[in-house]
């Protein structure tokens, strides 16, 4: 009983998802670019990646991305 009970709770973590938003901060103002439903790592990799597409390559780019 307790094995499945213990079982029940991980499960629950690990298919627990919460809504993160990734926010584009410049000089110019801050933008939510995305919101998306996972994990924090998840969605921590797709913001980087969103920085990475659009902003990685620009000279003297000011921008950050972060989840919120």
Do not use: R
């Amino acid at each position: 009983m307790k094995k499945l009970i213990f079982a029940i709770t991980i499960l629950t973590f690990v298919a627990c998802k919460k809504e993160y938003t990734c926010q584009c901060t410049n000089p110019g103002g801050t933008k939510d670019v995305f919101t998306v439903k996972d994990s924090k790592s998840n969605a921590k990799s797709k913001c980087d990646k969103y920085y990475q597409d659009n902003f990685a390559n620009v000279p003297l780019n000011e921008t950050i991305c972060n989840i919120k």
